[in-house]
């Protein structure tokens, strides 16, 4: 990420913990769109859209209970 935008944290995960990741949307103009965070160590920090991609799209749609 470039300065004076949300830093990103690479991290892996083993399905067990991946499962009970919480993510959302936030000051989004509907609950549908908004920016992207993550709720990680007891905080929520935002996703950088460095390497974002339509594929981490979908499984974040799919997270929050969208089907597409």
């Known amino acids: ?9 690479k991290i892996c ?3 067990d ?5 919480k993510v959302r949307l ?11 965070e ?9 996703v950088c859209d460095d ?3 339509i594929h981490a799209a979908q499984v974040v749609c799919k997270m929050l209970g969208y089907t597409s």
């Open 1 to 9: 990420c470039l300065f004076m935008r949300d830093a990103t944290i």
């Open 13 to 15: 995960f083993s399905i």
């Open 17 to 21: 913990v991946a499962a009970n990741i």
């Open 26 to 36: 936030s000051n989004g103009s509907s609950e549908a769109n908004g920016r992207l």
């Open 38 to 46: 993550v709720f990680f160590i007891n905080t929520w920090g935002t």
């Open 51 to 53: 390497y974002f991609d």
